[in-house]
């Protein structure tokens, strides 16, 4: 068997693969479980080093991450089409545990550079940015059919972006939508008109893009849930790695991870380290690693 002939996918670079690589630990012979595998950059790294493609579990949501990881089905792993939380559910139910749990969340690049898949308005294009293309809710009924209140909440809660309310009027006002670059453009009239002529470092809709995103995808609900059923997944000594993009996000996995590790003698799980590894310092050529925050910990007590 030859690792190599099965190459990450070239469109997306694994964020901090080196660091998450050396929390996870893998040895030969071990279990690893990867609940967003995606294009299988962290995977293919830990495979090389448990030997065999059965002691992979590879989960995602996104139909075209799946059949990118079908070279994974081929040596032997165990490939789920579900949302981390429903797989987990199920794995939990039947008792399966690993050595290795890995999160790494948010999108891939070809999620968001796909035209087709309607997450940016760097192309134009549908608006879409569901991950999992079966699920029904997508940004397009969310823009065109919510209430101006609950957009503006979800702006407010996803992005803290303080225009949400100015935001979500001017998303109601200008229905339908249909497109990414003429939402972005409504947004953007929208908070210019506040800010005047001030110039950001970033897109004035980048903010709002995000929120929709979070919300369309329940990506802060699925953590929140999952999170607590993970120690269960954990043989004693296995190693539980989550990568987050968000400030949100890395909050739920830092309050996560302190509540399970800070009960003294009840403790589940201890810190790999104390303070988040951060994209920016230890992976720097990596665009996508700029807001990436890694954190670690060990299984100690069932
Ligand atoms: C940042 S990418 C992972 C990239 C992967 N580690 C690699 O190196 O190729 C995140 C992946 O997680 C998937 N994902 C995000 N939230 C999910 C969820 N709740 N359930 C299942 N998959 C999810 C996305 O579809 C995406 O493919």
Redesign the pocket.
Known sequence: MTLNKYP??QL?K??L?KQATILLKPIKGEKYL??????????KEVLEKVGNGKNLTL????LV?ISALDSFRKLGAEVIH????A?VTKLRKENRTFDMV?L?????SP?LDSPERGFSFSRNSKLDMR??ASQKLSALEIVNEWPVDKIASIIQNYSEDPFARAIARAIVDSRPHESTKRLADVISRAVRSRVGGSRSRIHPATRTFQALRIAV???LG??EK?LPMLPDLMKIGGRLVI?S?HSLEDRIAKNFLQEESSSGYESRLKLLAKRPISGSEYDASNPRARSAKLRGAVKIKT
């Open positions: 990450p996918h997306h694994p964020v693969l990867d609940l967003t595998a995606g294009f299988g950059g962290h995977a989960v995602d949501r996104d991450a579900d949302s981390f939380y797989a890995m790494d969340l948010g999108v891939s999620q991950m999992d995808n329940d990506e699925q953590l999952t990568i993009f």
